[in-house]
């Protein structure tokens, strides 16, 4: 097995001092433009008022060459009142690369990057990772242990369509919701579609209106307009499955002498 060290750049969009929200960071200014049409000229796809502290929200957008990972958080002492503010935190990963990493890795690179480093300002060093050949994607791995061959069937048959929404309802938290978008976006660069974006959360009106293929993985379904053809996918919870272990084999491992049991019939 074979290992590689790989940079990939990064912008930080958030409040800057005395100038307010912008482009507060980045490893190469040129990537900036990339990023911006990537996300149609968004550089955060929430609103505002849905990201709270301690929590994280994620998106992934697709673009020709490249995907673009997006953290989007509250970070503290921004600006010259050292108030908080949303971070939109995106890494630029070309397409070859992507295939061959777990999109979860890149993710503990860029927390670390900011939980070490701080939320920069101005240029700022490249993230590094190691780029290691292996023989599964943990990516994909995940996603067949969430979503069973038929539903896929079914979001590869929608997602090819000229325009397409899906609204996948997974009531997991937002880093099991954040797992399955990273499968999801493997699965149609796989397939081999252009262009999307995937959400663990409803991205700000702007984007939705801009993007034709849209997946957001929801704890639960949002009113849509009738106007808009959303195709909803429910993840089964594991809650009323029934459970199909053989309860004597759970005995015994626990200890009990189930064969004094039989021998008493």
Known sequence: ????????????????????????????????NEVEHAFKGWFSPYAQSLVRPAAELKAVVKGPDSICMARVFVGDGLDELRRSGVVSHITLIPVDIAGRLPLEEIERVMVNHTVYKGIGLGEIEPLRIGLVERDVDEDLEYLKTII??????????VISRPE??????????????????????????????????????????????????TVMVLDKIFPVRSTEDWTVIKIEDEKGKAIETDIRETLKRIGYNVEDKDNAK
Do not use: Q
């Open 1 to 32: 097995m074979s290992s590689s060290e790989i940079e990939l750049d990064h912008i930080i969009y958030s409040l800057i001092p005395y100038k307010g929200y912008g482009i507060r960071a980045w490893s190469r200014r040129d990537v900036i």
């Open 164 to 213: 397409s929404r899906i609204i996948v309802i997974f009531k997991r938290d937002t880093p099991s919701r954040a797992r399955l978008v990273y499968g999801l976006a493997k699965m149609f660069a796989m397939h081999g579609v252009r262009e999307y974006i995937i959400t663990v959360e409803r991205p700000i009106d702007n984007i939705l209106i801009e993007f034709t293929k």
């Open 148 to 157: 069973d061959v038929e539903k896929a069937e079914k979001m590869l048959t």
